[in-house]
């Protein structure tokens, strides 16, 4: 073991720079009596000012060219599930240097392959970061549980989503104007796709049920369903109805399989999830062995990744290398969906439909058609001053007692089919117990 780790970083944005000035603040780290030094680094501008002193590294424009170089550690920040990040992960991993990366896009598309390759290679792979920032939920649940039975891991994995959803109960205002904000402030992209429409949760919950259930990673198996479609009418009767409206990735082992779902869900005020407001991010795991256990933090911006980074290279130079998915690849098991019935549990179904006789009758029948008992049923008339003519539509609220989730899509194809709703149904999962 040399004395000191030479380190490669791709990847000079926010997150790269943040990893490099918490190494040059404390360049021994951990108590592992070992020097981290960044001896390389790569991004697309050299001339960009970046806050940190790069004088001591050297500068490659290819970072698969730097791959080959003489550092012992590879880091790749550049993003992205394909591209340069891809190839110049590959790169490192053939040539024999350890990889530590943010990146989940990458590893839950190609996770198993670049597994696969760092263990033929017989190097570490870390990833720490990719997964809700500054909380050490990789870490968790493949070393802190190894060996304990896990039913679930559920939690709020997405910044920007959170920040919305919180902005818009606390003021009334409506997604997009929310949305328009969070970019405003650099809690959401230009192209906000990936957050909002929960592809972000998806890719983060697909590697953490990996490790929890040892399966292999297969983000493709996976119902995911983003914030969008929230409006403050939702938000408003959630609170009515003691709940947060909030956007979680949930897995759950099953006898079929593997559960895995990104989707809002209203959760009861009260719990820890409910109260995990603004950009924080929150974690629970589940197990046999214990009831429920929280993890809680920021869980994204360029200190609290780079932070969780400079972990995994402090492991490496202690000499620390867990396998990347808790045990060998090979003996993951497939991953298995279950095919059958689908979500079972309470729904909040929001229906606009055509204010005309009869309607709320054929809501009840094609309801009661599925079996399906009705909490609450509710009509919602909005306000209209009186110069203004009526509506020729009203919103109605239901709220399911617990249902499979397939019988309530054949009612609600049941009651678009007796052309009634105006606009096609809003449906919202309901956690009873969190």
Same mark, same amino acid.
């Given at each position: 073991?040399?004395?000191?780790?030479?380190?490669?970083?791709?990847?000079?944005?926010?997150?790269?720079?943040?990893?490099?000035?918490?190494?040059?603040?404390?360049?021994?780290? !951990?108590?592992?009596?070992?020097?981290?030094?960044?001896?390389?680094?790569?991004?697309?501008?050299?001339?960009?000012?970046?806050?940190?002193?790069? *004088?001591?590294?050297?500068?490659?424009?290819?970072?698969?060219?730097?791959?080959?170089?003489?550092?012992?550690?590879?880091?790749?920040?550049?993003?992205?599930?394909?591209?340069?990040?891809?190839? *110049?992960?590959?790169?490192?991993?053939?040539?024999?240097?350890?990889?530590?990366?943010?990146?989940?896009?990458?590893?839950?598309?190609?996770?198993?392959?670049?597994?696969?390759?760092?263990?033929?290679?017989?190097? =570490?792979?870390?990833?720490?970061?990719?997964?809700?920032?500054?909380?050490?939920?990789?870490?968790?649940?493949?070393? !802190?549980?190894?060996?304990?039975?896990?039913?679930?891991?559920?939690?709020?994995?997405?910044?920007?989503?959170?920040?919305?959803?919180?902005?818009?109960?606390?003021?009334?205002?409506?997604?997009?104007?929310?949305? @328009?904000?969070?970019?405003?402030?650099?809690?959401?992209?230009?192209?906000?796709?990936?957050?909002?429409?929960?592809?972000?949760?998806?890719?983060?919950?697909?590697?953490?049920?990996?490790?929890?259930?040892?399966?292999?990673?297969?983000?493709?198996?996976?119902?995911?369903?983003?914030?969008?479609?929230?409006?403050?009418?939702?938000?408003?009767?959630?609170?009515?109805?003691?709940?947060?409206?909030?956007?979680?990735?949930?897995?759950?082992?099953?006898?079929?399989?593997?559960?895995?779902?990104?989707?809002?869900?209203?959760?009861?005020?009260? *719990? @820890?999830? @409910?109260?995990?407001?603004?950009?924080?991010?929150?974690?629970?795991?589940?197990?046999?062995?214990?009831?429920?256990?929280?993890?809680? !933090?920021? !869980?994204?911006?360029?200190?609290?990744?780079?932070?969780?980074?400079?972990?995994?290279?402090?492991?490496?130079?202690?000499?620390?290398?867990?396998?990347?998915?808790?045990?060998?690849?090979?003996?993951?098991?497939?991953?298995?969906?279950?095919?059958?019935?689908?979500?079972?549990?309470?729904?909040?179904?929001?229906?606009?439909?055509?204010?005309?006789?009869?309607?709320?009758?054929?809501?009840?029948?094609?309801?009661?058609?599925?079996?399906?008992?009705?909490?609450?049923?509710?009509?919602?008339?909005?306000?209209? =001053?009186?110069?203004?003519?009526?509506?020729?539509?009203?919103?109605?609220?239901?709220?399911?007692?617990?249902?499979?989730?397939?019988?309530?899509?054949?009612?609600?194809?049941?009651?678009?089919?007796?052309?009634?709703?105006?606009?096609?149904?809003?449906?919202?999962?309901?956690?009873?117990?969190?």
């Amino acid at each position: 073991m040399t004395e000191t780790l030479k380190i490669a970083i791709a990847g000079l944005g926010t997150v790269g720079a943040s990893t490099i000035k918490l190494l040059q603040a404390e360049p021994t780290h !951990g108590g592992s009596g070992r020097n981290i030094e960044v001896v390389a680094v790569s991004a697309r501008d050299r001339t960009r000012e970046r806050g940190v002193d790069l *004088s001591g590294a050297r500068w490659f424009d290819d970072p698969v060219e730097m791959a080959g170089c003489d550092a012992d550690v590879f880091v790749e920040l550049i993003g992205g599930a394909g591209g340069a990040a891809l190839a *110049s992960v590959e790169a490192a991993l053939t040539s024999g240097k350890a990889v530590v990366t943010a990146n989940k896009a990458l590893l839950a598309e190609h996770g198993m392959r670049l597994v696969g390759m760092a263990e033929g290679a017989n190097v =570490p792979l870390l990833y720490e970061a990719a997964v809700a920032g500054a909380i050490p939920a990789i870490r968790t649940v493949r070393d !802190g549980l190894a060996g304990v039975p896990i039913s679930s891991v559920l939690g709020i994995m997405n910044g920007t989503c959170n920040y919305i959803l919180t902005r818009m109960e606390a003021e009334g205002i409506g997604f997009d104007e929310c949305l @328009a904000d969070a970019q405003r402030l650099g809690y959401a992209e230009a192209d906000p796709t990936f957050d909002v429409d929960g592809f972000d949760t998806a890719h983060k919950l697909a590697i953490l049920a990996s490790i929890a259930f040892t399966t292999e990673i297969d983000a493709g198996a996976m119902n995911i369903e983003g914030i969008r479609g929230i409006e403050p009418a939702d938000i408003a009767a959630a609170a009515e109805l003691g709940f947060r409206i909030k956007l979680l990735g949930i897995a759950t082992m099953t006898e079929d399989g593997v559960d895995q779902r990104v989707h809002p869900t209203m959760v009861p005020r009260g *719990s @820890a999830l @409910a109260e995990t407001s603004g950009v924080t991010n929150a974690v629970s795991i589940r197990g046999e062995a214990f009831t429920e256990l929280v993890l809680s !933090g920021p !869980g994204a911006g360029g200190m609290a990744t780079a932070s969780a980074v400079v972990s995994d290279l402090t492991d490496l130079a202690r000499g620390l290398a867990p396998r990347p998915l808790g045990r060998p690849a090979s003996s993951l098991l497939p991953f298995r969906k279950p095919q059958a019935g689908g979500h079972r549990g309470a729904f909040y179904v929001r229906l606009p439909i055509a204010d005309r006789a009869g309607a709320f009758a054929a809501l009840a029948k094609n309801m009661a058609a599925e079996g399906i008992s009705l909490e609450q049923i509710v009509q919602k008339t909005p306000h209209r =001053p009186e110069h203004l003519p009526p509506l020729d539509q009203q919103t109605v609220v239901l709220v399911t007692y617990p249902t499979d989730e397939s019988a309530l899509n054949r009612a609600l194809a049941a009651i678009e089919a007796e052309g009634i709703v105006v606009r096609k149904p809003h449906v919202i999962r309901i956690a009873q117990t969190l």
